[in-house]
Every structure is written in C-alpha cells, then in structure tokens.
C-alpha cells in the first residue's frame, strides 16, 4: 500500500515551499537527505505524543471503564500515529540539501531569515546585500529597512539542524573560525576618514557598506577596536600616521547605518597595508613618546606649565556657545594628570586641543607622528601665540597688513601657514 500524504491525514496544506512548488520531482539521489531516525524519535520531535496525552484526557473525563474499548481505541491512536511518521518521515526524501543551502554563499543556510517575498538567506549574507540595496537578491523585489532587523525563521531553523546535523556544525564551526580569525589576525581595520587623537573623543556616523561590515565584525571582536587614518592626498589611500579607536558605544539604526561613540587609545605607525572584503586593512606599529632626560626635565616641566595655562586662558575666551559645542562634541579640557611625564602619549590635555586648533589634516598627522613632548609643546605654544595675536588684531578692528590688495592676500596666506618644529611627513 502506497503511504498517504501528510495532508491528507492532518488535512491541511502545506502553507509554503522551500524556494520551489516543484521540489522533489526530480530528485538525484546523492543529493537526497538521509535521515536514519525511528519512530519514536520523529514522534519525540515532531509532537507524535500529542493525541495519545489527548486520548488519557478524553478517557478521564467520559469516565470509560470498558478495557477492551480503552484498547482498541488506544491501538486505533497508534496506528494513526505510525503511519503518520512514515507520511513525514517520506515527505523528508522530497527535500534535497541544495533546497536548505543559502543561494548566496553557497552553504547550508546559518541563522535563517526569511524576506517578505518569501525567500531565505543566512542572516549575514543577506545584511551585506541589504548594505548596497533594499531589494531581494533573488526576485529582485522590493524590501524595507525592516528587513534588517526581522527574527530568525525559527522552525527552518530547527529543521536544519534535525536534518542536516552535520553540514550545519560544520557551519557553526566555520563561522566561528572567522570570527577568531579576525581577532586574531595581526592586521586592523582601517576607517578612513579624518584624523583622532589619544583619549579624545571621536563621535561618527557609519553609513558606507563597506564600513557597516567593518563595524559589524568590531562590534564581534573582544577588543572592539579599529584604526582611524585621514585620506591621503598622493597615491596611498591613507596616511602613514593614526590613532586606534574604541567603541564605548554603538546604536544600530533600522536602515543598517550606525552611530558610533568611540574614543582614541593609542598612536600608530603603518607598517603594511591591505585589503579585505571592500575595506582596507594595514599592518600597525603603537608609537610611543621617547624618556625624557633627567637635564631636561626642569625645563619641560616649566614649558608644560606655561603652555598649560596659556591654553586655558585662550578656552576661556571662547564665547560660551562655541566651548559648549566643543564640549558636547569632545568633553570638557582634560586635568593635568600627575603622571603625565610617564604616560606613552604626553599630558592628554594637548590632543583634546588638536581638533579644535585651526590646524590642516598634514599638521594634525605632524603631531601624530611625533614622539618629542618638547616639541609637541612648543608647536602648540607658537600656534598659541599666532592666535592670540590675531584676536588682539580683531579687537581693535585693525589688522597689521597693509591694506592694499597684494599685501592682504600675502597676509592672509602668512596667517594660514604655520612652521612646525617636527615633519609631519
């Protein structure tokens, strides 16, 4: 006798295919699913126990004593039971294992999320197609910012790791091995896109695809940390010079853009560079500032001083809707710590100056790249100065430029340049 159809004994039909109305129809047999399961197991999975618990309940509450009609009834519920595992069990051999592989990488299909038009993709695969475009892969059609954050398919789920226990592990394991792998790689992700400095804040919006992915897997790994480098103007894509961020904070929008709260721990030097999966990569050396002498140190110190309080003299000047600005977007000016001689990056309150010093991107990577404290101070010192005499300049309405054509624009072009002591190469 033929085994009847799973919807003819639950009379219903099926509510959707697995990608095809017509899967199963053709079937090679080395792609064909091998489940070598009893009974009682497809009966534990598959809720078989249900009408047995609702056949003990029916027979408790009509009060029927009769034991022989106790038994035939029981016997009718087991048959029922039996052949429908055997209808299941051969509704499994029209599934084949292409049919639980994700179409867009080719594997069987991890963390399971199906679109509005019905298709399924890994969750992964389908996050980097939604990166370039709000249509589904497969039919093209159109889908929403919401797709980013749909739930899991949970019964495909569990029927992938029923059926294919082992395709699935090796998944699992894959993927782990990627995530390791990225943390474990010696090489950094770089962001590139203005440069940060040591313990300054450094707020960004993250809205490229390409720099989704890198977020996405930092937000992975244990350090969740990245490297931050200005755009180069000659043939590298990156300065050599930049600082590593930390995301303190992360807010993943429903259009798949992220908002970062990050903060700069260290400087670096860039060794290698590189490229993996749309974003660059570079192989890193962490600078650190060089030991001061035990001579030089009254000197610095005094230097460290009179910098200090020049530059807070000129925060102070600011007008009290520019510093409050500054402080949403950076925090207030750093105290001096006591340990600053010692610490590898200098006094932190120097580099909460550099983004707001009118200072060019080049200048920026010259104090990047320095590891003399001396001359950081004294570079800030002589900007400090140039400054302060432009607003004395502006507060008496009258600039020391000759007021002829030709001499105002070599004024302004000696205002805009400023000698470092230090190459910012």
């Known amino acids: 006798n033929s085994i009847p159809n799973t919807a003819d004994i639950l009379g219903i039909q099926p509510r959707y295919h697995l990608r095809s109305g017509f899967a199963g129809l053709q079937i090679d047999e080395k792609n064909k699913i091998k489940v070598n399961t009893s009974s009682t197991t497809f009966k534990n999975v598959l809720g078989g126990k249900f009408m047995e618990k609702n056949l003990s309940k029916l027979l408790m509450k009509t009060d029927i004593s009769n034991r022989k009609f106790n038994t035939t009834i029981r016997n009718v519920f087991k048959e029922v039971e039996h052949i429908q595992a055997k209808a299941i069990k051969c509704c499994w051999d029209t599934i084949t294992v292409t049919d639980l592989e994700c179409i867009l990488c080719s594997r069987c299909i991890f963390d399971p999320i199906t679109t509005a038009c019905g298709h399924t993709f890994c969750r992964g695969c389908l996050t980097r197609v939604l990166d370039h475009g709000l249509s589904c892969p497969l039919c093209m059609a159109s889908l929403s910012v919401k797709d980013y954050s749909r739930g899991s398919s949970v019964i495909l789920d569990q029927a992938i790791r029923f059926l294919l226990p082992k395709e699935y592990n090796e998944r699992l394991l894959a993927n782990l091995k990627e995530v390791h792998m990225l943390n474990k790689n010696s090489d950094i992700p770089v962001f590139i896109c203005t440069n940060a400095f040591p313990g300054v804040a450094c707020p960004l919006y993250v809205y490229e695809p390409r720099y989704r992915l890198l977020v996405r897997r930092c937000l992975l ?38 908002i970062l709260t990050t903060v700069g721990v260290r400087r670096f030097k860039v060794i290698a560079r590189g490229e993996q999966d749309g974003y660059d990569i570079a192989k890193i050396q962490v600078i650190k500032d060089t030991a001061v002498a035990s001579d030089k140190l009254p000197e610095l110190i005094a230097l460290h001083q009179k910098v200090y309080n020049k530059a807070s003299k000129w925060i102070m000047s600011l007008t009290s809707k520019v510093l409050a600005e500054v402080e949403r977007l950076i925090g207030q000016m750093p105290k001096v710590e006591k340990n600053w001689l010692s610490l590898p990056d200098g006094p932190s309150w120097t580099w909460w100056l550099m983004p707001i010093l009118p200072l060019s991107s080049q200048l920026q990577v010259g104090f990047l790249s320095t590891t003399n404290l001396e001359k950081r101070l004294r570079a800030i010192d002589k900007m400090l100065e140039r400054m302060e005499i432009r607003m004395k300049a502006l507060e008496r309405n009258t600039l020391s430029c000759p007021q002829s054509e030709d001499a105002s624009e070599s004024c302004s072009d000696s205002e805009r340049t400023f000698d470092i002591p230090f190459n910012a190469n």
Do not use: W
């Open 221 to 258: 790994s244990p350090t969740r940390r990245f490297a931050m480098a200005a755009k180069e103007g000659s043939e590298e894509k990156f300065v050599s010079y930049g600082t590593v961020l930390e995301v303190k904070d992360a807010v993943h929008l429903e259009d798949g853009s992220f």
